[in-house]
């Protein structure tokens, strides 16, 4: 791939988790890049760089070949990593960026945004109250990077993950959160699929995640902690469908975002 002028960045790893799902590993040129977990971080590729070849053909103007087609990505990798910045991907075949993403080959250039922005981290969820993070598809990214800097650190702070997805492949991340679950007796990972009658040998949890807010014995054993305003802060992160519906079942429940001066227990990402 020719090299832009405005290309500040490399692939230097790509995990693929299904032909619609990958992680990548971009190393930014600028070394002292940093973020705090839960930001995002733009990227992006010329618009004549190529597309993966079984997504939809997209005809690029004849004056805007070097054009930047940039996009917002949350950073899932720690913040104490410096060798590289983690995005969990998901592709959408008639978008404009992700097919072109998707056909990146370790080593080609890219460009990264020199400044991590956002402001869904969890320097407003103070360490004595409970956690319960709930995502659908890549929007599990921010907890992810949250997990990767702060688990070790907050170990008396209890912290549930309720992860849905439509099938169990899709489920990014999976074994690292199992892991951390085996080996932090804080945290409780939650998987959900919706589509179980695809997924042979699934035995965990199936549906769509508002309909498990509303089993609250169910979701107060599996947390290990009630999930109440006073007790526990909620973030959302995913399907803005997701997200209206369960914030309005935690509405309900007396959840409330609050303003700048003073947040609520309920934090919310406008993952798109």
Not at 3 to 23: F, K, Q, S, W
Not at 36 to 44: D, F, M, R, S
Not at 154 to 162: E, G, M, Y
Not at 209 to 235: M, Q, R, S, Y
Request: glycine share 8%; aromatic share 10%.
């Amino acid at each position: 791939m020719t090299d832009a002028p405005d290309y500040n960045a490399t692939l230097i790893e790509r995990t693929t988790i299904t032909p619609r799902l990958a992680i990548l590993r971009v190393r930014p040129d600028d070394e002292s890049f940093a973020f705090t977990p839960g930001q995002y971080a733009t990227l992006a590729l010329m618009r004549s760089a190529p597309r993966q070849a079984d997504c939809e053909p997209e005809e690029v103007p004849a004056d805007a070949p070097d054009k930047l087609v940039k996009r917002a990505y949350s950073i899932s990798s720690g913040s104490h990593t410096r060798e590289f910045v983690e995005f969990y991907v998901a592709l959408v075949g008639s978008g404009e960026l992700t097919p072109r993403l998707f056909a990146l080959n370790v080593g080609d250039r890219l460009y990264m945004g020199p400044k991590a922005k956002g402001f869904f981290t969890l320097e407003k969820a103070p360490v004595d109250k409970n956690l319960l993070m709930i995502a659908t598809g890549t929007g599990l990214a921010p907890y992810v990077s949250m997990l990767r800097t702060h688990l070790k650190e907050r170990p008396n702070q209890r912290i549930a993950v309720l992860h849905g997805a439509s099938y169990s492949w899709d489920l990014g991340y999976r074994s690292e959160l199992e892991e951390m679950a085996a080996q932090f007796g804080n945290l409780a990972y939650l998987p959900v699929v919706s589509r179980p009658q695809d997924c042979a040998g699934w035995n965990g949890w199936d549906g769509r995640i508002p309909a498990w807010l509303n089993k609250t014995g169910e979701l107060t054993a599996a947390c290990g902690f009630a999930v109440t305003p006073d007790a526990t802060h909620v973030l959302l992160c995913g399907n803005p469908g997701m997200i209206e519906e369960a914030r309005a079942i935690l509405e309900t429940r007396g959840y409330d975002t609050g303003t700048p001066k003073q947040p609520g227990s309920l934090h919310v990402e406008k993952y798109w």
